[in-house]
């Protein structure tokens, strides 16, 4: 309704991208990206030359866990957005619709991998064991960080959009170095190497029109650094489509920077696993980077203060939740018989324990002290902090008996 | 003690610190086989190979953000930016990125990377080449800021940054990298505070305080000044963030008046904050107002009026014949 002046083609849904495919061929010359896809929206898996050799590899109990994280991350995400709804948190940023994207490429790293987030992945969060209730204090207000990323490798979210990759490439740059440190040595013949490792760094359709992108590639390509892009195009970078950011599949990016691209059904847990695993592989092993394009939707606004309504239709967001990342794994493992109605019970159940725990964590989590600001803007001593710590101590030591006052006349 | 150009004197100050930290490396553009278009990294990449001597694609951002990336992962990265006025598309890795990653993380991540930026005019170049933008990053909490004047310092400082856990940019004035001087390379000289002043002339009738390109012309104006019986102590603050108001403060008790001068533009600059710092810490000892003398609130002009610009000797006699009518 309240976005009929803008071009039909918008609120296509599906059409814009068919539309878009289109153009592309015609511009490329040859067909446009594929997209890998193993569990379609049916429930039912289909098979892919490369990947489909890494989908047998997941069993029973993988595809229960990847069922188990996504449903704890959506209703994790269900409770933040109550949260900020109740003023316990000054914003938040859903992730609904993104959970395959975020799961399955998570679930596909490994402990030595460097992860850097933009500042949605919350379902990635999950995989490296960062404590969820952490991970609200930035959005509390109490925190720029929440979570110390040498415990986790998991970087802190970035919100400057893009600025994280070059950071990704660079580290992994100091991996490479690493390893040349080690052969060196002789490390790696005696076997006591570390596992080799490979960064991955999160983005969006948004933000691949940063130029940061652009440079970071630039600089993996050239020192063939073992780095992943994964880059979640959710089609939406707040108001303006993906239309308006590429002409052509994100993933054929990769071409121009001469490294592989695929693009991948993010709503799709078991191909972002298998693509990502292949992806990550590929980097470890020393064949340089890889981009990865995960199709999504992100069903919900791009934060709380963000009103949809003013920029697409419903009738679009209703074409993608009948793809549900989560529905369609429920319906492949009732199909095959991997989960029944008390484990998917049992799911609920936990997802309701883990709000509990997110809600009694936020309710009390500390209140910061700006000392702590002072403490931290330098590492070494620092003659102006000092001074300006002192005269903050100085000033504040004189509201010290109103504040008795007060206490007193209460 | 050796004799050397603060060029060869940064030179040595780098082959000094990847000889001695094998996590130390040089990454920006042309700074390879070239030795950087001021030869301050010549004949490095082949004393420690390519991994340590980085020629790296043509971009700021990702010079400085690859840079981030690799601190993170425990590397202590040096980084040329080729010219003062090719710093800003690394402006924001800088300033929201680099200065903020310690305080962001509660103290749980260190990214002790160095930026080394040639800045400064008086050599006739071209658009962008010859700019001052120090006050930009002074603004900015969370980096250090140093910049040497002569090679003893050029050669200590650049490895004094390299040891210091925060973030530092060193601005090196472009156009006295060929000027020599003492080098003692055996003096204890990491241990020294990069951080701190140095009166480089004594004097008891007025303080000049001046950084980078323009202690020399500090140096000189006090030397004039000398001949019509005026004392000037000549300040050489060495470190533009954090500013060693100590020092400032002690001259300025002793002498009653202050003038300070920068190439960058007065307005919004280094010397307005050092002006009403001392305002607050001495206005008993201030025998007049401090006097300001850089650059005009202009775009750098083109080189064939620069002179009209920089602030010379005589600009700074004229600061003291002001100064003297209060």
Redesign the interface.
Known sequence: MGATHLPSTEFDGTGLDDQLEAEAEAALGEPAAEMVQLLGPDGTLGTDSVFSEYAQRLDAEKLRGFYADMAAIRRFDQEATALQRQGQLALWVPLTGQEAAQIGSGRASQPQD?IFPTYREHGVALTRNVDLAELLRQFRGI???GW???DTNF??Y?L?LA?Q???????????Q??Q??AEANGLAESGTAEPKAAVMVYFGDGASSE??VH??M??AS?YNAPVVFFCQNNHWAISVPTAVQTRIPLSNRAKGYGFPGIRVDGNDVIAVHAVTEWALEHARQGNGPVLIEAFTYRVGAHTTADDPTKYRESSEEALWRAKDPLERLEKYLRSEGMADDAFFEQVTADGNELAAYIRKSTYESDAPDIR??F??????A???VAEELAWFEDYSAGFAGEDAAEGAGN | MTTMTIAKAINEGLRATLSNN?KS?LMGEDIGPLGGVYRVTDGLIAEFGA?RVVD??L?E??I????????????L?VCEIQFDGFVF?GF??IT??LA?M?????????VPVVIRIPYGGGIGSIEHHSESPEALFAHT??L?IITPSNPHDAYWMIQQAVA???PVIVFEPKRRYWLKGEVDTGAAGLAEDP?KAHVVRGGTDATVVVYGPLVPVALAAANAAEEDGRSVEVVDLRSIS?????TIEASVKKTGRLIVAHEAPTFGGIGGEIAARISERAFHSLEAPVIRVGGFHMPYPVAKVEEDYLPDIDRILEALDRTFTY
């Open positions: 460097y925190s720029n960080g110390n990323p040498k970087h802190l970035t400057v600025a990759t070059p950071h990704a490439v660079g580290y992994a740059m100091g991996i170095r690493d040349r440190l130029g940061d440079e970071s630039v600089f050239s702590t600001a403490a931290n803007t330098y590492v070494e620092h003659p102006l | 094998p490396l991994d790296t694609p971009a951002s990702g400085v953000g690859t840079a981030i990336g690799l601190a993170l992962r425990g590397y990265p598309p924001n890795q929201t990125q903020k310690h305080s962001r993380s509660s103290g749980n991540l260190t909490a969370g250090r210091c856990q925060d951080f954090p500013i060693d108001f100590d």
